[in-house]
């Protein structure tokens, strides 16, 4: 499939078919910031459709054996490598970010995905308990029915995988919707599903809006759970409209994550580290540590040579090899962070490094949404810039004095996804990681992921784990049967 000017149709019971409607939406391309493809402008009508395929689908593959799930599973794993460059060049194209990220990062992780909750499903335990000599107990693990799967536009391909993998292995069908901005990698992912020959209706994909698709996907009273990887405020709508059908609902939101430097910390780790975690994916990762904090007795230093790192990042076209940083993937996103980037000054940050829009020399480039790795630093603790998720390529380095002060910091936000911290002091490390609020403490490290623990966040950064057992367990519903002796 070429994907430049290609027109994004649903996938529904098993068929690329046209939105019911006939209206289909621009899909543009960050790096030039002008359409190359389209994808389906569904509503409502689109996702009864899916509806009734996945409901239908449901009867059989519910009760496959969990062996004959997980060849699926595993047969799209492979065709996903298989085609490892084409995705790679698609999700590049398609979000702005460098294509060697697409191709070491998500499309792999994709992959990984699949493959993992292939398997786990083969090894799943379960409970038994013995009450006294009264009864005998066990739990029965479910299918739940129909999935809602919406996820964002900044690693497309990767979280929507972490949503269908565990979904449809663990005998549920699922509906899914892709952000608008940036489709294409599902869409490819529906040419893969039906060459594995993934059995009609187990996995559709309707293209659209959240207002529209979205909305009545979280509105379906048939579609029993829903899992949302996007901002906290949309987070909280998808929050409002479960509630009243009683839906089983899991919110991977925002961040505003701490990345914590102690002086004792292996520094050139540190530095390489804290600038992989500040600006990868142009900061796009809602796991980026963009509040940095530093022991003062080791600031200066550290900022020097976080500064004189971070201005060797090559920003440029996605699609060349050298680029370190890419687009950002709209105006609207790009905006947003000339606005953060403005407020820090006129709240008393001093912008060491970046701040600014460049204009690529490239003329493919040209329009393209770009902005420069930017360190902000001199900004008071608490101010908007400090508690606000920016998502971008933004970062600010602040000074502390004491382990408590830091934490204090640290936590001083209404969100708690994930932090870092830097230390070769074991016991530091273990203190420090109990009392920060964050669903995720890496210590000496920074998006080092093991897909059998629990992966989500506190606070406004989420409700519910996903990640291994846990995700299992969110798509099943757990019976106890208990049974007189
Ligand atoms: O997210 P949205 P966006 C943060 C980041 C970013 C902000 C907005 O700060 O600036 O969120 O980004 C669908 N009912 N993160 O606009 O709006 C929408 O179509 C149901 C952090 O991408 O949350 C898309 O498919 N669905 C995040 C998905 O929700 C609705 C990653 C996410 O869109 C809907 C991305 C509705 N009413 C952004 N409205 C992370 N945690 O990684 C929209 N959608």
């Not at 509040?291 to 060797?312: D, G, H, L």
Request: hydrophobic content about 40%; aromatic content about 8%; glycine content about 8%.
């Amino acid at each position: 499939m070429r994907i430049e000017s290609s027109q994004m149709r649903n996938f529904i019971n098993g068929e690329f078919v046209e939105p019911i409607n006939g209206r289909y939406l621009d899909n543009l391309e960050p790096a030039t910031g002008k359409p190359y493809s389209q994808a389906a402008d569904s509503d409502a009508h689109d996702v009864d459709l899916a509806v009734t395929a996945a409901e239908k689908a449901f009867v059989d593959w519910s009760k496959k054996p969990a062996t004959e799930r997980s060849r699926f599973l595993l047969r799209i794993a492979d065709l996903i490598e298989r085609d490892l460059e084409k995705f790679s060049r698609a999700e590049s194209i398609d979000t702005g970010k460098p294509i060697s990220l697409a191709r070491s990062l998500d499309i792999p992780r994709a992959v990984a995905n699949f493959r993992f909750f292939a398997t786990a499903i083969l090894h799943t335990e379960s409970e038994a308990h013995i009450t006294d000599n009264v009864a005998f107990n066990y739990t029965l693990r479910q299918p739940r029915g129909i999935a809602g799967l919406i996820s964002p536009w900044n690693l497309p391909l990767y979280l929507l995988s972490w949503k269908i993998a565990p979904a449809i292995a663990t005998g549920n069908t699922a509906i899914a919707k892709p952000s608008e901005l940036t489709p294409m990698t599902a869409y490819m992912l529906c040419e893969i599903a039906r060459e594995a020959g993934l059995p009609n209706g187990v996995l559709n994909v309707v293209h659209g809006t959240g207002p529209k698709v979205g909305a009545a996907i979280t509105a379906h009273p048939k579609i029993t759970t829903i899992s949302f990887t996007g901002g906290t405020v949309t987070g909280r709508k998808v929050a409002e409209a479960c509630a009243p059908l009683f839906k089983k609902v899991s919110l991977e939101l925002g961040g505003k994550n701490p990345n914590i430097i102690f002086a004792d910390a292996d520094f050139d780790a540190a530095i390489t580290g804290s600038v992989r975690s500040s600006f990868a994916n142009q900061g796009q990762i809602c796991l980026c540590g963009s509040r940095v904090f530093v022991e003062r007795s080791a600031y200066k230093n550290f900022v020097e040579r976080f500064i004189e790192r971070t201005a060797q990042l090559c920003l440029g076209d996605p699609l060349d090899e050298k680029t370190e940083q890419g687009a950002i993937v709209n105006k609207p996103q790009l905006d947003k962070i000339k606005f953060y980037v403005d407020l820090a000054q006129k709240e008393g940050g001093k912008i060491a490094l970046g701040g600014s829009a460049p204009q690529l020399p490239n003329d493919r480039c040209r329009e393209g949404y770009f902005f420069q790795p930017t360190v902000i630093t001199d900004l008071p603790v608490s101010c908007r810039t400090n508690r606000e998720e920016i998502f971008g390529p933004v970062v600010t380095i602040t000074p502390f004095d004491n382990e408590e002060e830091v934490i204090g910091y640290a936590n001083d936000t209404d969100y708690g996804l994930a932090s870092s911290v830097w230390t070769q002091n074991l016991n530091r490390a273990h203190r420090v990681a109990e009392k920060i609020h964050t669903g995720t403490v890496w210590v000496n490290c920074w998006l080092l992921r093991d897909l059998r623990v629990p992966f989500g966040g506190m606070k406004q950064s989420g409700v519910g784990r996903e990640g291994g057992e846990e995700a299992l367990r969110f798509f099943t519903e757990p019976k106890n049967v208990c049974i007189a002796r």
